[in-house]
């Protein structure tokens, strides 16, 4: 015996205005008898504060109560039987047919997770265990800071030299130099990939490798402090070994849903986004030192903006 929640769309993904529906298949070797099936929604924001970023506020809060962004529940049959064999149950609900309500994106982060579950429940009485299943769907909003595609990405241009370097570097690349430039869309739609070019004009030592890291700011309210701790998402290589000089490279990057968002600013947190070039070049001592994340990176490069992700209509 057992019950599954199959929805109408196969991405699992909805705006608060579409009809979720879907299937309630359940599936028995004889027919048995039910107080009523339902199903509920519930989305919430879950915040928690760790790894240190509130020093000593983190072993007072810990985890933090949820914000609740919508429950609501509805009984798609009333009282009865279920046959013998395999039955299926359509439903469907508006999440917010009242247009009330903020509807925050579905987000999974370090600290901050978005989500949406529903879930259906075959009340049996109390001589029998209820039937449940849960599934996580995708909430996209409605509203969108561009009105529609295409846009015009906004591209910021950047330059990487030993004298932008906040870190010390080696002596042969401080010395020698280097010149790194290029420009990159800072502001774009979260189902887009992220887009830019990357030149390598000059450089006294060879690179090893250029890599682009996306970063993911999140900032809880504690009490009367913010805990903000930054994170990586996710590393994409543009470019193994030395590069030739002059040659424009391509950066072309897929943002991943689950773990990106519009940038979100709510009262209690928000959520925002980074991009990092990362130039690692080649020496002596990265060879030796790589297994080591504690080694002082002195042959990286890098140079890092704001990066502002938004949803379209």
């Known amino acids: 015996m057992s019950v599954e929640i199959k929805l109408s769309r196969s991405n699992r993904t909805y705006r608060p205005i579409d009809p979720l529906a879907g299937k309630i298949i359940i599936k028995s070797p004889s027919s048995i008898s039910h107080h009523g099936i339902y199903i509920t929604v519930n989305g919430s924001v879950n915040l928690q504060v760790r790894g240190g970023s509130a020093g000593f506020i983190e072993s007072i809060y810990g985890v933090l109560k949820p914000i609740q962004i919508v429950k609501k529940s509805?009984?798609?049959?009333?009282?009865?039987?279920?046959?013998?064999?395999?039955?299926q149950i359509p439903f469907s609900m508006i999440l917010n047919d009242r247009g009330k309500g903020k509807f925050y994106e579905t987000f999974h982060g370090a600290n901050i997770n978005i989500q949406y579950l529903l879930n259906?429940?075959?009340?049996?009485g109390y001589l029998h265990k209820s039937l449940s299943?849960?599934?996580?769907?995708i909430v996209e909003s409605e509203l969108a800071i561009f009105p529609e595609k295409p846009i015009s990405p906004e591209m910021v241009f950047f330059y990487i030299t030993q004298d932008t370097q906040r870190h010390s570097l080696l002596p042969e690349l401080k010395s020698g130099g280097f010149k790194i430039s290029g420009r990159i869309c800072t502001q774009c739609f979260v189902s887009d990939p992220l887009v830019g070019e990357l030149t390598v004009e000059a450089s006294a030592v060879p690179v090893h490798s250029i890599?682009?890291?996306l970063l993911r700011v999140e900032s809880i309210m504690v009490g009367e402090n913010i805990a903000t701790e930054t994170s990586i998402v996710q590393t994409t290589q543009i470019a193994d070994g030395d590069v030739c000089h002059n040659l424009p490279l391509p950066i072309y990057v897929m943002l991943p849903r689950l773990l990106t968002c519009p940038t979100v600013f709510a009262g209690s947190f928000s959520v925002e986004f980074k991009v990092t070039i990362l130039v690692t070049f080649q020496t002596e001592l990265y060879t030796q030192?790589?297994?080591?994340?504690?080694?002082?990176?002195?042959?990286?490069a890098m140079e890092s903006l704001p990066l502002e992700l938004v949803q379209a209509k």
Do not use: M, N
């Open 133 to 137: 299943a849960t599934v996580e769907f």
């Open 211 to 213: 890599d682009i890291h």
């Open 74 to 87: 509805v009984e798609v049959q009333p009282s009865g039987k279920i046959s013998a064999g395999t039955t």
């Open 289 to 300: 030192t790589k297994s080591d994340p504690r080694a002082l990176r002195k042959w990286v």
């Open 120 to 124: 259906v429940d075959v009340a049996r």
